[in-house]
């Protein structure tokens, strides 16, 4: 297998220029002008960037929460995941109670063999946080799993034990002295749930008050504890979906003392807010997601901070739950409306607006959606950049290409998406996966899941 792309300019996040992509047996073997041609296949990349394929740090495929199940599977969900330009995944494996991690481990691999069609990797979310439970943790790098997420909300909630600060602090001993990383959902659950049965009680029902009940006071003390605990481990932090300015202003204060903690965003949060959960005839139940959507002032500062470096990616955290069906389980309460929303499609097309709106550069772009997420997890450079030895994970981009977003035209099983009729400019037209070209058009077009498990080397503070 040899390929040739050609007439593209290539884009990494450290260079923007002119130059064609050869790629031999699955692996990138030059980059440079004029490469010879003699048995490749000829992929014209005129008028289009050539790009490295992302990765999405954070997904839910085949994941059973709130006593429902998510609408995409490791088949669909990685397929609308390689239409929207992304070629690599880690997804979150749930721990059963009284399961260990490694048994844990085996039902995600169950789920995702033979299924996904981009490649794949795990975090594992713990939930039962036994003595021995802990004492597995120094084994999970040799599974080639180097990320437990821990929970600081859903006291009581199946599948996501909100964790006391005695477990996280044992867990981040064991992660810092192993080379993994701590994950946090850092909401203060207590009150979250304290404030939630206060708008209960007074017959505050509807979807709104579920940002009501879960304010940024609740995601910026969370935050400024793990990093606090983080900083007394000596262990790396990484603070997963963060929505506001009150907890980027905790991260900025803890990377200022020298803590080794990273966040990220994702695609809901530069563009939702409140307003989106007070839409009429229950159609702000789309919208719940936890965190909550904050406000617009919110969306700012995000794209500011992803333009000056101080969050290091955007992730989808695709739960897609059904709006007939699943959803509409809450409607007339807004504390069993299952949390979570689709994006994995969306996410890259979505952050490319950013690059049409000033905000920041191509290299950036490249930066937040591939290489970083590369970087922090452990995969770089086999993913995330252009380069010789690199796997041929490509995306070949049109920034004039423009579609309105609607549910028709998008690859998930889910029956709605948060972005229905936003005009965007900048997509994907082609993606390869090791060489092999499975997406063309926006349309998948491979022959067979062909999605490989990635063994992720140790978390490196050091790479971002």
């Given at each position: 297998m040899k390929t040739l792309i050609r007439n593209g300019t290539v884009a990494t996040a450290s260079a923007v220029h002119r130059a064609d992509v050869l790629v031999e047996e699955g692996v990138i073997a030059a980059v440079g002008l004029d490469l010879d041609a003699a048995g490749a296949e000829v992929v014209d990349a005129g008028g289009c960037y050539v790009m490295p394929g992302g990765i999405d740090v954070h997904t839910h495929l085949d994941n059973t929460s709130f006593g429902v199940t998510t609408a995409d599977d490791f088949a669909t969900g990685t397929i609308a995941a390689a239409c929207g330009g992304t070629t690599a995944i880690v997804d979150f494996c749930q721990q059963g109670v009284g399961t260990s991690l490694k048994d844990s481990l085996a039902v995600?691999?169950?789920?995702?063999?033979?299924?996904?069609?981009?490649?794949?990797?795990?975090?594992?979310?713990?939930?039962?946080?036994?003595?021995?439970?802990?004492?597995?943790?120094?084994?999970?790098?040799?599974?080639?799993?180097?990320?437990?997420?821990?929970?600081m909300a859903y006291r009581g909630v199946p599948g996501m034990t909100q964790i006391d600060d005695l477990t996280m602090l044992r867990i981040m001993e064991k992660t810092r002295a192993s080379g993994s990383v701590?994950?946090?959902?850092?909401?203060?659950?207590?009150?979250?749930?304290?404030?939630?049965?206060?708008?209960?009680?007074?017959?505050?029902?509807?979807?709104?008050?579920?940002?009501v009940s879960r304010p940024p006071r609740t995601e910026s003390e969370a935050t400024a504890r793990a990093i606090a605990h983080a900083e007394l481990m000596?262990?790396?932090?990484?603070?997963?979906?963060?929505?506001?300015?009150?907890?980027?202003?905790?991260?900025?204060?803890?990377?200022?003392?020298?803590?080794?903690?990273?966040?990220?965003?994702?695609?809901?949060?530069?563009?939702?807010?409140?307003?989106?959960?007070?839409r009429p005839d229950f159609e702000g139940a789309k919208y719940v997601f936890t965190p909550p959507v904050r406000s617009a002032r919110d969306n700012e500062v995000l794209w500011n901070a992803l333009s000056m470096g101080l969050l290091k990616a955007v992730s989808s955290d695709h739960s897609p739950w059904n709006f007939v069906g699943q959803k509409d389980l809450g409607r007339d309460d807004f504390r069993k409306i299952p949390n979570g929303a689709p994006?994995?499609?969306?996410?890259?097309?979505?952050?490319?607006?950013?690059?049409?709106?000033?905000?920041?550069?191509?290299?950036?772009?490249?930066?937040?959606?591939?290489?970083?997420?590369?970087?922090?997890?452990?995969?770089?450079?086999?993913?995330?950049?252009?380069?010789?030895?690199?796997?041929?994970?490509?995306?070949?981009?049109?920034?004039?290409?423009?579609m309105v977003?609607?549910?028709?035209?998008?690859?998930?099983?889910?029956?709605?998406?948060?972005?229905?009729?936003?005009?965007?400019?900048?997509?994907?037209?082609?993606?390869?996966?090791?060489?092999?070209?499975i997406v063309d058009?926006?349309?998948?077009?491979?022959?067979?899941?062909?999605?490989?498990?990635?063994k992720r080397a140790a978390f490196d503070p050091g790479a971002v």
């Open positions: 995600w691999h169950g789920k995702a063999g033979g299924r996904s069609v981009i490649d794949y990797g795990f975090h594992i979310i713990i939930n039962d946080p036994s003595d021995a439970v802990i004492e597995e943790i120094p084994e999970l790098p040799g599974q080639g799993v180097t990320s437990v997420k821990l929970f701590v994950m946090v959902h850092a909401e203060n659950g207590d009150a979250a749930d304290m404030l939630r049965d206060m708008c209960a009680a007074r017959g505050d029902l509807s979807p709104k008050f579920h940002a000596g262990a790396p932090l990484y603070v997963v979906h963060l929505t506001c300015e009150d907890a980027l202003d905790e991260l900025i204060r803890g990377r200022r003392r020298g803590a080794p903690v990273f966040a990220e965003t994702c695609t809901q949060y530069l563009y939702c807010t409140t307003d989106d959960l007070d994006g994995i499609e969306e996410r890259m097309t979505m952050v490319w607006q950013g690059v049409n709106q000033g905000r920041f550069g191509i290299d950036r772009f490249v930066d937040i959606v591939s290489t970083n997420p590369a970087r922090l997890f452990g995969l770089y450079p086999q993913k995330g950049t252009i380069a010789a030895g690199s796997d041929a994970d490509i995306v070949i981009w049109d920034p004039e290409a423009e977003m609607t549910k028709p035209a998008l690859h998930s099983a889910v029956d709605y998406t948060l972005f229905e009729g936003m005009p965007v400019k900048g997509l994907p037209r082609t993606v390869f996966l090791r060489g092999e070209m058009g926006r349309e998948y077009i491979g022959s067979a899941p062909g999605g490989r498990f990635l």
